[in-house]
Every structure is written in structure tokens, then in C-alpha cells.
């Protein structure tokens, strides 16, 4: 027997729209300054307005949208100061992290997920699978932070993680020559970590993030 939208428990109605909602907003499928049609969105997805609603707090706490008497929810734009201040704390907690990998004899235990995250952004590189690169962008990244065991960097690179993916759409969807040239750096960044190499990992993380700042 099928069961209606509105016998959905609220608490998992709501983490459909909510989850619904933000992947949309970090895809750039709904750009900033977008108004958000609560019904439209109801019909959507088949919940009821109370979940919808409550996604739409949970979204507004995390600057993601707006919540406007007039227009209701609308997409929070990414301001150029954001933008920049998101890429200057990613670099500086990605360059620290390198260098306690670096320090404490721990390229070994990252390197194969290193290699395996490359070998798959080439597969989506080569079928311009813009989505599935931005993900295993993160994935290297977050690798090599992971592996610091700094839990403060960590933690720091979670929150700053739907930000930074929401770049990451933006300027692949902009700039679709970066996906060739992101794998680029990637192998790059590999190749100075199994060199031990803290110093050159922050040199080519730096043009790396630099590229990004221009293309935005």
C-alpha cells in the first residue's frame, strides 16, 4: 500500500528538503538572489508545508538563504569578500595540515587514497562529469587534511566544506578547462607530498587556490 506525502514523518520530510534545497544551492542549480516557491517546492518533492518550512530555518541558520517578508526564501549570494576569505582560511588550513603529514612521517597512509581519487578524477575529467569531479575534489583534499589528525583542522575544513563546494560548482561551471587543469595541480600536490615535501605542497596549493580566485 502506498503511503501519502502527508503521512511522512515531519523530521524526515524536513531532512528531504533540507538536503533537497542545499544541493541544489551548492550546484548552482538555484543561483543567489533565486526565490524559493514553498509550494512549488512542496509539489516538488511531496511534503507538506510544515517539513519545508523547517528546512528553510535550517537553511537560514546556515547562511545558505534568506528568509524576506515579502519574497520569502531566497538564495544567499556568495559576496566576493566571502568568497575570498573562504579560499584564504581553506589554503592556510590545507598547507598547516600538509606539513604535520609531512612532519609526522604519514604520507604513507594517505598516498593510495591520494592516487585512487586521482585515477577517478581522470575518469571524470575525461566524461565531463562536472558533479562527480567537484566531489572527489573535496575528497583529496579533506584526504590530506584527514590524515594531519589535526581534529581542529578538521574541523575547521567541515565548516568551511558547503562553501567551498559551492565554489567549486560555480568556477567548474564557469571555467570547464579548469577540470583538466584542477587534476593538473592534484597530481602536483600528490607528487610533493611523496617527496616529503611540505614547502613545494604549499607552492602549488597556493597557484592552485590563486587560479580559483581568478576565475571567480
Partial sequence: MSTSSTNTPVPAAADRAYEHVKRAIIRGDLPGGTAISENALCQEIGVSRTPVHEAFLRLAAEDLITLESRKGAVVRPMSPNEAADVLEMREAIESTA?????????????????????????????????????????????????????????????????????????LMRLRPDQLQASLDDHRALADALDADDAGHYAEVLRAHVASHRGAL
Fill in 98 to 170: 600538509a606539513a604535520r603529514v609531512v612532519a609526522d612521517g604519514r604520507v604513507a597512509d594517505v598516498a593510495p587514497t591520494l592516487r585512487a581519487v586521482l585515477a577517478e578524477q581522470e575518469q571524470a575529467v575525461a566524461t565531463g562529469d562536472v558533479d562527480r569531479f567537484v566531489e572527489l575534489d573535496a575528497e583529496f583534499h579533506g584526504a590530506v587534511i584527514g590524515a594531519s589528525r589535526n581534529s581542529i583542522a578538521v574541523l575547521f575544513a567541515r565548516t568551511l566544506r558547503d562553501r567551498q563546494q559551492r565554489l567549486r560548482h560555480q
